[in-house]
């Protein structure tokens, strides 16, 4: 693949944020109002604005960029080896969106070559827009963001998630039980999006999650690493989006982090 000019990075990155801004208003427009709501699990749901919004987004992508991969949380994905491919969650915390909780995200992300170079998470309710471009810093409302201060566990805000199998695999609680006695506190709102562009920003000091699918993270670790955070595996291994697991931080609490994620998963290991 031929080198791309800034002219072609820049008008991705206008596709891009003209997809998440439409899907934006689509899940504003919708909000607090009647959804259809479908079970793809017990307690995993989708609703018709998922949908909607995903269509959108990838309509748009695909009238501009045809040729173009795309893997997306709604879809059946056809992956025809292109070296760009677009990685879409079009609500990522649809259980939030359904109670009408406010807290939940559009996120779409560029992998060019196996590597992220364009990652965008639109709150439309809070009108936060978070974005990244590759070796260009990361930034919330076109304001310039970084990671937070904190260098010790002992004094950290974190986040969590759980997965939908939870009734079944009960690990992450595990963690959780564990660290909610070194940390300051933790919180669990329910956008992985979200919750990786507040460490990039510095509303959270550090983040886990297990089971996590590339959709709900592409974006976010894109935006905190260039906001100046740290991802890796549970492990402290270099991360993949595709690895189905995360940890992401401040970079100063990242280690000890890890470290106490590892200390429950040897335990667990041996029961």
């Known amino acids: 693949m031929k080198t791309l000019s800034q002219d072609e990075k820049n008008e991705l990155f206008q596709t891009a944020t003209a997809a998440a801004r439409l899907a934006g208003a689509i899940l504003k427009d919708h909000f607090e109002k009647h959804k259809e709501i479908s079970y793809k699990g017990r307690i995993n749901i989708v609703t018709d604005v998922d949908y909607r919004s995903e269509e959108e987004i990838i309509n748009l992508i695909k009238s501009r960029y045809p040729e173009h991969d795309i893997i997306a949380e709604e879809s059946n994905n056809e992956i025809i080896g292109s070296p760009f491919r677009w990685v879409i969650d079009p609500l990522d915390g649809t259980v939030n969106y359904a109670h009408d909780f406010p807290f939940f995200a559009v996120s779409i992300a560029l992998e060019i070559n196996g590597e992220i170079e364009i990652g965008i998470v639109y709150n439309p309710i809070m009108d936060e827009f978070f974005h990244a471009r590759k070796g260009e810093g990361a930034f919330l409302n076109n304001v310039p963001i970084s990671v937070s ?8 805000l974190l986040a969590t998630g759980f997965p939908y199998d939870i009734r079944e695999s009960s690990h992450n609680l595990a963690h959780f039980n564990h660290l909610i006695k070194l940390a300051q506190g933790i919180r669990r709102p329910g956008s992985a999006a979200l919750d990786i562009c507040y460490c990039a920003m510095g509303r959270f000091d550090g983040y886990w999650e297990i089971t996590i699918l590339p959709w709900d993270i592409a974006a976010g670790i ?12 549970l492990n402290g291994e270099p991360l993949s989006i595709y690895d189905k697991q995360v940890v992401a931080s401040n970079g100063r609490i990242h280690n000890e982090l890890v470290k106490e994620i590892q200390t429950v998963n040897k335990e667990i290991d041996t029961k």
Do not use: R
């Open 149 to 156: 201060k904190t260098n010790n566990l002992e004094k950290s």
């Open 222 to 233: 894109l935006i905190v690493t260039e906001a100046g955070g740290i991802v890796s595996k």
